[in-house]
């Protein structure tokens, strides 16, 4: 590797649904993170790999900033203060089309502790007037000197050029720590049971997202067929009955999207099989909330 390739990671954090999802799927160029309208559906910490000719950047996409009440908001919690160790940037996303309030707060409180190059990044400026935008970033550097503020669109992508540009100028000369080739350090077991997970988030309502949990049974790679086998663990039987719907058309709904997208990603046929079971109160389960961390399954399954 020639001299001048820059490679480091950045850590993106902020309240829940400000896009930070969207933000390193749009960076990357593939899909990493899962997305929904819904606050927490981040639960693990993501590696999002942005290779450029000169550097690469290791995105790291975190669950929403928020108190934890439950044993899963516990896992989230300790995901995000893992993946800000070591990083070499910290950004703070926050959503210009909101007020302020107090989760965006105690994301800025946790940017003040860091002691490496911090970026303010303003989202969603494509759905607020240009005279809101000003205000909001002098309120913010009132508070905390910012190596950089950048208002973007991670929806439309206005400002993500210069955010490359800026990301690459503080990450240190290095060579890179992931192949060229390779977007993620996921495993596509842990890729089937997200994608799983959103489209069953998508097909709900009410309380029965939050209450979703998915965990792939097994994965069988055949030369021109993937078969995956996994289980939607709700909380309830009511969930259970509307995750399944009247003669199982939402399920069969559910599958058929997942199906069609694990498709795309991965290049070959897939045959989805799902199963709905109820775990009561699974999300103070410290055990099976463990299983959901992608880290933990791969441990499991090498000790099989």
């Known amino acids: 590797m020639t001299s001048g ?11 829940p649904n400000v896009g930070k999802s969207t933000l390193v799927n749009r960076l990357v160029g593939h899909k990493v993170a899962i997305v929904s309208p819904r606050p927490q559906t981040t639960r693990n910490r993501i590696l999002g790999i942005v290779n450029r000719e000169r550097a690469q950047i290791v995105l790291i996409d975190t669950p929403g900033l928020h108190r934890p009440e439950s044993a899963l908001g516990r896992l989230m919690m300790q995901e995000l203060n893992q993946a800000l160790e070591g990083v070499d940037v910290l950004a703070l996303l926050v959503d210009a ?10 994301a800025l409180d946790r940017v003040k502790q860091f002691h490496g190059a911090t970026f303010l990044l303003p989202n969603k400026i ?11 970033i002098d309120a913010y550097r009132r508070e905390h000197e910012f190596t950089e503020v950048i208002p973007i669109s991670a929806r439309t992508g206005d400002g993500l050029p210069l955010l490359v540009e800026k990301f690459t100028e503080n990450l240190p000369e290095s060579e890179p720590h992931f192949p060229a080739d390779q977007f993620t350090d996921q495993p596509e077991r842990f890729l089937a049971a ?4 959103e489209k069953a988030i998508a097909a709900t309502r ?11 049974d097994s994965f069988e790679e055949g030369e021109k067929l993937v078969r995956i086998c996994a289980t ?33 990603m991965l290049g070959v046929k897939i045959f989805l099989e799902l199963h709905v079971k109820v775990q009561p109160n699974w999300r103070d389960n410290s055990a099976l909330v463990r299983l959901l961390d992608w880290r933990a399954q791969m441990e499991r399954l090498s000790g099989e």
């Not at 997200?194 to 997970?197: A, D, N, P």
């Open 194 to 197: 997200e994608f799983v997970r």
């Open 206 to 216: 009410q309380e029965v997202p939050y209450a979703i949990a998915v965990l792939v």
């Open 232 to 264: 939607i663990y709700v909380e309830r039987e009511g969930q259970k009955g509307i995750l399944i719907g009247k003669g199982g058309e939402t399920i069969k709904k559910i599958g058929t999207a997942a199906r069609l997208e694990l498709e795309q």
């Open 5 to 15: 390739f820059r490679a480091g990671f950045v850590a993106i954090i902020g309240r």
């Open 97 to 106: 089309s909101e007020e302020t309030g107090a989760g965006d707060r105690f």
């Open 126 to 136: 494509d759905a607020i007037p240009k005279e809101r935008l000003l205000p909001l």
